[in-house]
C-alpha cells in the first residue's frame, strides 16, 4: 500500500509539471487497517478478473475521512520505470530490486504462454 498526500496543483506549464511529477511524495509502505487491507486485495483480484486483465494490474483507490475506501481505477499496464512508476516503488516495499520485478512478471507472462 501507499499514500500519496495531497499537494497543490501545478501550473499549465510543461516544466512545472515536470518538476511537479518529480516531487510526488509516496508513503511506503503505508498501514491501514486490516480489514481494510483484506477488502482492498479481494476487490482488487475481483476486478482483475472482471476485466479480464493478464499478468498484472495496480487497483488504484483513496480512503475516505470516514477510513472507507473508494474504487478509482484499474491500471492493466502500469509504470514500470524505477524513476516514475508507483509499481517499483510498491515491489521495492515488498523486497524486489526493479530487476527482480521485471523477471517475475516475464516468468508469470511464460507461465501463461507455455
Known sequence: MIRRPPRSTPSNSSAAS????????ILCPYDVPQEVE?????WSVKIFRAIGARDFARADYV???DGQPWFLEINP???LSPYYG?????????GY???QLIGRI???VQQRLA
Open 77 to 79: 499496464l502500469p509504470g
Open 86 to 94: 508507483v509499481l517499483p516503488v510498491l515491489a521495492q516495499a515488498a
Open 106 to 108: 516475464i516468468s508469470i
Open 63 to 65: 480512503l475516505g475521512a
Open 38 to 42: 483484506g477488502k482492498l486485495r479481494d
Open 18 to 25: 515536470d518538476v511537479y511529477k518529480r516531487q510526488r511524495e
Open 97 to 99: 530490486t526493479h530487476s
